[in-house]
């Protein structure tokens, strides 16, 4: 059996802000197995246990570039160390400047992209001496370049969460949607392109959370697609309720309007990175109840 350490369980709890005696068990019942542990916390405490996929864990901005047509159009994150140099004037003018680059200069890749010329240099160059200069790791991390079917909306939250949406039909609306995706953060247009990991994995914790209940093994698998279907409502953006009229679909909206959308794009800054935070005393109180 895998060992557990106080630091699987203090990234756990974290992750799920499940109690962390439920996280040590969880994660002796899965073997170590981090995945298999949020799942049999979902199971325990519902939703609650996914809260991970929101946390924003690193800083930076997303900057956004639309050609003058509409057709076309560019997204890139680019991190830093804190939220103060994500406000800096010269990170700011970089970050507009990649994005540009990206939509008129098609680059295959951040290597390709961090080789073009920026300000009498490249841009890796122009990075490490404003890494010198402020005294702070930064780095392009990703960056995305679209052709739509119709034109592109877009919507920048704070800085830190970019969407790019192309629609067919109504520009306000197109925008209006933009923010909604920001809002909402659906995963997909439709049910189609939902990964089936996803599915699997809320028909597993569907059919465990009615195990537990009590439920009749004949009924498992009904239950289970009921809240498969509940959970593709809730997590695509034409079947998600829109955020300015609850009352109606962002597929009815859209419809209404003679408007249709092709499809979307959405960055969170860090998403997905876990930021290393140095807190000896949490390390300690986790490893005293391990």
Not at 191 to 220: C, H, Q, Y
Not at 248 to 268: D, P
Request: hydrophobic share 45%; aromatic share 4%.
């Amino acid at each position: 059996m895998a060992e557990i350490t106080a630091g699987m369980v203090k990234e756990l709890r974290e992750k799920t802000d499940a109690p962390m005696m439920d996280c040590k068990k969880a994660l002796s019942e899965a073997g170590g197995d981090m995945q298999k542990a949020e799942e049999i916390l979902r199971v325990r405490f519902g939703n609650k246990a996914a809260k991970s996929a929101s946390r924003i864990a690193a800083e930076g901005v997303v900057t956004i570039a639309i050609s003058a047509d509409g057709k076309s159009a560019a997204m890139v994150e680019v991190n830093c160390e804190t939220d103060f140099v994500a406000k800096n004037d010269d990170f700011l003018a970089l970050s507009n400047a990649l994005a540009e680059m990206v939509l008129n200069q098609k680059p295959a890749d951040v290597a390709a992209l961090s080789a073009l010329a920026y300000k009498g240099a490249t841009v890796e160059a122009f990075r490490t001496e404003l890494v010198g200069k402020i005294g702070e790791n930064m780095s392009v991390r990703r960056f995305v370049r679209l052709d739509g079917q119709g034109k592109f909306a877009s919507y920048i939250h704070s800085g830190k969460i970019g969407v790019l949406v192309d629609v067919t039909g109504d520009e306000a609306l197109a925008r209006d949607v933009a923010m909604h995706i920001a809002a909402s953060k659906p995963k997909s247009l439709d049910a189609s392109g939902v990964s089936t990991d996803l599915i699997d994995t809320e028909r597993r914790v569907a059919i465990e959370k009615a195990k537990e209940a009590g439920k009749p093994e004949a009924m498992l698998e009904k239950i289970a697609e009921g809240t498969v279907q509940k959970f593709l409502k809730e997590v695509t953006l034409l079947s998600q309720p829109f955020v300015k009229d609850d009352k109606q679909t962002v597929e009815q909206v859209l419809k209404a309007k003679n408007s249709q959308c092709h499809g979307f794009m959405m960055y969170v800054v860090g998403e997905g990175i876990e930021k290393k935070v140095s807190d000896f005393a949490a390390e300690v109180a986790a490893a005293s109840q391990v």
